[in-house]
């Protein structure tokens, strides 16, 4: 099975948006995130459609 690695956007001044977003959140929020991230790190991308030839 191959396994994806997610890279987080850090901007030059050493914030990361989706980290501090997701601090943001309500832990059972954030972990049900976390959750769909692993699951998407270990290929099961779930439902999900193609919007153009790049992005799905």
Request: net charge neutral.
């Amino acid at each position: 099975m191959q396994t994806y690695e997610i890279e987080y956007l850090k901007l030059p001044n050493g914030k990361a948006p989706i980290t501090e977003w997701l601090n943001s959140l309500d832990g059972s929020f954030r972990k049900r995130i976390n959750q769909r991230i692993l699951r998407i790190e270990e290929g099961n991308f779930g439902d999900y459609k193609k919007l153009s030839e790049d992005i799905s």
